[in-house]
């Protein structure tokens, strides 16, 4: 069995392991490499190396394990606040990447404030970002990185699942940037988009604030001509 693992589960568990508020991530990395070492766990490097993450060969999780141990594979159902309603996401966990980059930028509380920006009907609702100040200054300080693909795991870009852009920089391996989702509004799919973004959870409650937000209407870049703001993001299990 295999997951991964975000640093920044160690910190939310292990405050010291904070510097002047910022990830010290070689710290966190060292703390983490001889906490699994005493499972016997071995730890294999992202071989991109752009990411924040680790992958752990041989995990079994065991009661008081790390500290956090069973506590990565319960944490894949989010809920997002907006002024048109909620939507509630399972994330799937065999795109480890994409679950855990979600989960840690949830808990950072990125998206609170960010809008859906990109909105086309019949097609997907894209959020993640915003002309406000705060929200690249929210970026600056998280960090830049990519992650690496979560795809063929088997799922397509059927109407309410969640799936990520692509970075804008040249991208041969279909890395992802890690702050913008997108979900698809399309009652017939967007299919042609597979095998070049990961899809990486569901929508299982909310399909019509979906529906809502896609109605919205938009100026020619397709932004909304009404700021529609994500309030917050949770997770709910």
């Known amino acids: ?8 589960d160690v910190v939310s568990k292990n405050p010291n392991y904070l510097k002047r508020g910022k990830i010290d991530k070689v710290h966190i990395a060292n703390y ?4 699994l070492r005493k499972h016997n766990y071995t730890i294999i490097k992202d071989p991109t190396g752009t990411s924040p993450f680790k992958l752990i060969e041989n995990f079994s999780p065991r009661k008081g394990d790390c500290g956090t141990a069973g506590h990565f594979w319960k944490e894949n159902k989010v809920r997002i606040y907006t002024d048109f309603g909620n939507i509630e996401i399972e994330l799937f966990q065999n795109t480890k990447f994409h679950r ?3 989960i840690y930028l949830t808990k950072k509380n990125y998206f609170d404030d ?7 009907n019949n097609f997907v609702i894209q959020a993640g970002n915003s002309d406000n100040r705060k929200i690249s200054q929210k970026r600056k300080k998280i960090g830049r990185y990519l992650l690496p693909n979560d795809l063929d795991k088997g799922y397509s870009h059927e109407r309410g699942m969640v799936s990520m852009p692509s970075s804008l920089v040249d991208n ?3 890395m992802a940037s890690p702050f913008e989702f997108f979900i698809v509004q399309s009652k017939n799919g967007a299919h042609h988009l597979d095998g ?5 959870g569901k929508v299982t409650s909310g399909i019509n604030t979906v529906d809502k937000i896609a109605a919205t209407p938009t100026d ?3 932004w909304p001509l009404q ?3 994500i309030k917050r993001v949770e997770i709910i299990e």
């Open 196 to 200: 070049n973004y990961t899809v990486f």
């Open 100 to 102: 855990s980059n979600f």
């Open 220 to 222: 020619d870049l397709d």
């Open 32 to 35: 983490l490499k001889k906490e």
């Open 172 to 174: 041969p391996y279909k």
């Open 1 to 8: 069995m295999m997951t991964g693992v975000v640093l920044a």
């Open 114 to 120: 960010t809008q859906f920006y990109r909105v086309i």
């Open 227 to 229: 700021n529609i703001y």
